[in-house]
C-alpha cells in the first residue's frame, strides 16, 4: 500500500503576512540574503534581523538602508554553531517577540569534485549548506508550533533539483537543503508551519566571481536574475505556502524532464558539460 495515495488533496498552510512581523535572516550581509532584507523591510515587517559571519558587511548593509531606522537589526552569527544560533534566537525573541519568518539563507560554494575535493570543503559545505539550516530550523520551530504559525525559507537551489556540473560539495548539499523543506513541510506543514525551499538558476552575486565549470554552467543555463527579483519571488511564495520558489519558471520543465526520463537527460548535461570544457 502506497501511503501517499489518498483522495483528499491537503492543502498547504498559507504562510505568515508579512507586515509587522518579527524576521531573521541569515547570510544577510550581501546577495539574497540583503535582497531578502529589503524585502522584509518593504513589506512591513516590524523588525528584520539580519545575521552574517561578516560584521564588516552587516555594518556596511545598514550604512546603505538609513531610512530602515531601528526596524532594521544585526547580529554577527556562525550558522554552524548550534548553541549561537540558539542564543540568537532566544535574544530576539526577548527583545521583539519571537520569530515569525526564518530565512536560512547562508550557504557556501566551493567548485570541487569528489577525486579533487577534500574532506575539509565537503564538511564546510554540509556545515554551512545544511546543518545551518537545520539548526535555524530547530532554533524557531519550537515556538511556531506551539503557537500554530510562522514561515520558514530554506535558501536552496536549482542546484537541488536537478545538478551541477563542477561543485559536488554544493549539488549535493542542495539536495539535501530541497529534501529538508520537504520534510519540514510533511512534519510542520499540519501544525501551521509554512515551509518554502528557494531554487533558483542564475543569480547576479559574488558566487559567480570565481571561474571553473560551475560559473561557466550556472552562466549557460538560463537568465542571471538581480537578488532583488529571487527574493520577491521567494517572498511571494512562502506567504502562499508553495513549497517551491522558482524565480526561474522553466526550472519545473527541467525537473519533469529529468524525472521523466533519467538517461536522457543525463545524455543532454554531458553534452552540455563537454561544450563547456569539462
Known sequence: MDPTRTT????PPPGPPLAGAV?????????????????????????????????????????????????????????????????????????????????????????????????????????VNVMGQVNLAAAVLPEMVARGGGGVLLTASAAGLLSLPGDAPYAVTKHASVALAEWLALTHGPQGVAVTALC?????????????????????????????????????????????ALPHPEVAAMEAARVADRPAWLARMRTAVARLGG
Open 200 to 244: 533558483p538558476l542564475g543569480v547576479d552575486t559574488g558566487m559567480l566571481g570565481a571561474d571553473g565549470l560551475a560559473t561557466r554552467f550556472v552562466r549557460a543555463s538560463g537568465e542571471l536574475l538581480a537578488p532583488a527579483a529571487v527574493a520577491a519571488v521567494a517572498l511571494d511564495a512562502l506567504v502562499r505556502g508553495d513549497l517551491l
Open 23 to 127: 524576521a531573521l535572516v541569515s547570510g544577510a550581509a550581501g546577495g539574497i540574503g540583503a535582497a531578502l532584507v529589503d524585502g522584509l523591510l518593504d513589506r512591513g515587517a516590524a523588525t528584520v534581523v539580519a545575521t552574517d559571519v561578516d560584521p564588516d558587511g552587516l555594518a556596511a548593509l545598514v550604512r546603505a538602508r538609513p531610512t530602515a531606522g531601528d526596524r532594521l537589526a544585526t547580529r554577527v552569527l556562525d550558522v554552524t554553531d548550534r548553541d549561537a544560533v540558539l542564543a540568537a534566537v532566544a535574544a530576539v525573541a526577548e527583545r521583539w517577540g519571537p520569530v515569525d519568518v526564518c530565512c536560512a539563507n547562508a550557504g557556501t560554494g566551493t567548485l570541487a569534485g569528489v577525486i579533487d575535493g577534500p574532506p575539509a570543503a565537503w564538511q564546510r559545505a554540509w556545515d
Open 8 to 11: 483528499d488533496r491537503a492543502v
